[in-house]
């Protein structure tokens, strides 16, 4: 049991003095993977005969720079003198190596030669006794390093310290060890200090994005170009000028969720049924502008401004045909009504259930009869070339109101020309 407990206490002051050093900002440089070895070899006795037997190692060690490492192990041999005697000796220690040629830099050559010191704790058995004590070893050797495993070869001279007692009567012996074995690091190497796995510019211990694809550009956190903001990176985003703040699919395209062509970003209309027409607006048709959608407007080409059923159809009112002039004191209509009045034949013949009444009317400059007379005539005149356009003569009425209805006063030029107008009044069946 005490011999269990010095080796116990060997082992244990020697993890103390390897995790207690405090490791330089280069480790992160440097490969100090902790390393597991096993050596088997030869001890020799220093002395005239050079007695010869084996020994076995059993380690593992850690590098603190890339020049230093310490190295805690154990130690078996046993050897057998010319005269038949067995010299056995079992060891625990911590060696200090150093690597003049930086062994654990990153990208370090191959081959690497040490050398260093070691502090051991020791049981000799030999000639019936059984010896404790301290000692020093001093090192030389040669590692080779390959990716996975690293071969390391060694020679060490032994010293270890006894009391004196019969029958040991010397109180130091020296013996060599020279050793071959093999060394494995535990975990996967380090990375250089500027490694950049994804290659794109923006070392791995500063890019927030680690896997980018080979070519892509990135910006100063390594993270894909997003021009548009929209959380697609350029690279795949198959639409990038996307409007901020848009909602985008996997492509980076604008979300249309009814369908109807405009994204959601610009659709003023957004829940439109599937298979509407819509306009750039999102918005469905509605070419007369009356405010039901052509799908179901059942009398397209409503004039604008006219008021209309939930069909799209006219209601009965009344409405002032603007556009509709007529020469100086005269019924003639001007080339500009022709073109106000072939829209209303277009929209009369998309609604041929409803009857119109044209009204004429004047300002109050001229007797009562004379404007009375001239509003009728002119009222005519726009039946008369509605009935030109298809609009039969059944379905409308003239009348001539002349100024008896003014609309604003007659003391002005402005309210005057308010005055002289044409009204369609409509009357619908529905």
């Known amino acids: 049991m005490s011999k269990l407990r010095n080796w116990t206490i060997a082992l244990a002051l020697g993890c103390v003095a390897t995790t207690g050093y405090s490791q330089d900002e280069d480790e992160r440089v440097i490969d100090d993977r902790w390393r597991i070895h096993g050596m088997v070899g030869s001890m020799v006795a220093d002395d005239s005969d050079f007695d010869t037997g084996f020994q076995y190692k059993f380690g593992i060690g850690k590098p603190i720079s890339r020049y230093v490492m310490l190295d805690l192990y154990g130690t078996y041999g046993d050897l057998e003198t010319e005269i ?41 058995d030999f000639i019936g006794a059984s010896e404790t004590g301290y000692g020093t070893d001093m090192i030389v050797g040669l590692m080779y390093q390959l990716d996975q495993v690293e071969f390391r070869a060694e020679i060490r001279y032994q010293v270890d310290n006894i009391e004196e007692e019969p029958p040991l009567n010397d109180d130091t012996f020296y013996t060599y060890g020279a050793m071959l074995g093999v060394s494995v690091p535990l975990g996967a190497k380090p990375l250089p200090y500027n490694y950049d796995s994804d290659g794109d510019g923006v070392p791995d211990r500063l890019d927030k994005c680690p896997n980018t694809p080979r070519g892509t550009r990135v910006d100063s956190d390594g993270c894909p170009l997003d021009k548009d903001g ?42 439109t049924p599937y298979g509407t027409p819509v306009d750039a607006r999102g918005c469905p048709l509605d070419e007369d502008g009356d405010g039901v959608p052509n799908k179901i407007d059942q009398c397209p080409g409503t004039l604008p401004g006219m008021k209309v059923n939930s069909r799209g159809c006219v209601i009965s009112q009344t409405v002032e045909l603007s556009g509709v002039h007529f020469e100086f004191d005269k019924a003639r209509l001007m080339l500009d009504s022709k073109t106000v009045l072939r829209k209303v034949a277009e929209s009369l013949n998309n609604e041929p259930d409803v009857k119109i009444i044209i009204m004429g009317h004047t300002d109050s400059v001229g007797s009562d009869a004379y404007n009375k007379r001239l509003s009728q005539e002119r009222a005519q005149s726009v039946v008369d070339y509605l009935t030109t356009q298809g609009i039969g003569r059944t379905r409308m009425e003239a009348i001539g109101y002349g100024e008896s209805k003014p609309v604003a006063s007659n003391n002005t030029d402005e309210g005057r020309e308010r005055n002289r107008r044409v009204e369609l009044q409509v009357i619908s069946p529905n």
């Open 84 to 124: 038949g005697d067995q010299y056995e000796r079992t060891a625990a220690g911590l060696d200090v190596l150093f690597f003049p040629a930086r062994a654990f830099e990153l990208d370090s050559r191959a081959l690497q030669p040490f050398f260093g010191a070691g502090a051991t704790y020791h049981d000799v």
């Open 230 to 271: 929209d959380g697609v990176p350029d690279f795949r985003d198959k639409c990038p000028n996307t409007p901020p703040g848009a909602k985008v699919n996997v492509d980076g395209c604008s979300i249309d969720d009814d369908r109807d062509g405009v994204p959601n970003d610009i659709d003023q209309c957004p829940n």
